[in-house]
T-cell receptor, first 113, second 114 residues
Framework: KNQVEQSPQSLIILEGKNCTLQCNYTVSPFSNLRWYKQDTGRGPVSLTIMTFSENTKSNGRYTATLDADTKQSSLHITASQLSDSASYICVVSVRQAGTALIFGKGTTLSVSS | EAGVTQFPSHSVIEKGQTVTLRCDPISGHDNLYWYRRVMGKEIKFLLHFVKESKQDESGMPNNRFLAERTGGTYSTLKVQPAELEDSGVYFC????????????FGEGSRLTVL
């Protein structure tokens, strides 16, 4: 069964600190892995998209890693800001006609001052 | 350039009533998707349009849900008659390239069925 598991479910950190969010998946055949940020009451916004051959990809203070062998990904946030408070969703794409996206439940990050 | 827009942002209806949600994708995006998130669960796929054709509707819960995309532009998702378990946030997304392209989401339509 295609599944995406994220941990932790929620996280509270102080402004300026770093954090790492985890994503494990059992999706086959794998096409790509995406991280989205979803602010409360808004739609998800894409942070990174990584294919099988990419190990790491950065978008500003966000760095995503992918280990296709162990089927794990992480999202590292550097020097967190209050505006980073959001839900971070890991999404894995199944390789097939069209797009089949399997969503994780997300990690809720709260950054406090 | 305008993003994906959805209407209404929030709808409260009684069980048995009908609701129609609308999505306007980014201009030029042939691929349009509907997703739903019920409370406490992950976002799940409902269906995928390529222009006006339904490419994949395997995620539609039952025949109370009807999606259309006449003319290949905006899309509507009708729920008739609505049930309590239909409550959730319905997201629309569009992209130029189906499998590898960045997916742009709307802000969602929150449906509450009482």
């Amino acid at each position: 069964k295609n599944q995406v598991e994220q941990s932790p479910q929620s996280l509270i950190i102080l402004e300026g600190k770093n954090c790492t969010l985890q994503c494990n998946y059992t999706v086959s055949p794998f096409s790509n892995l995406r991280w989205y940020k979803q602010d409360t009451g808004r739609g998800p916004v894409s942070l990174t998209i990584m294919t099988f051959s990419e190990n790491t990809k950065s978008n500003g203070r966000y760095t995503a890693t992918l280990d296709a062998d162990t089927k794990q990904s992480s999202l590292h946030i550097t020097a967190s800001q209050l505006s980073d408070s959001a839900s971070y969703i890991c999404v894995v794409s199944v390789r097939q006609a069209g797009t089949a996206l399997i969503f994780g439940k997300g990690t809720t990050l709260s950054v406090s001052s | 350039e305008a993003g994906v827009t959805q209407f209404p942002s929030h709808s409260v209806i009684e069980k048995g009533q009908t609701v129609t949600l609308r999505c306007d994708p980014i201009s030029g995006h042939d691929n349009l998707y509907w997703y739903r998130r019920v409370m406490g669960k992950e976002i799940k796929f409902l269906l995928h349009f390529v222009k006006e054709s339904k490419q994949d509707e395997s995620g539609m819960p039952n025949n109370r849900f009807l999606a259309e995309r006449t003319g290949g532009t905006y899309s509507t998702l009708k729920v008739q008659p609505a049930e309590l378990e239909d409550s959730g946030v319905y997201f629309c997304a569009s992209t130029h390239f189906a499998n590898t392209g960045e997916l742009f989401f709307g802000e969602g339509s929150r449906l509450t069925v009482l």
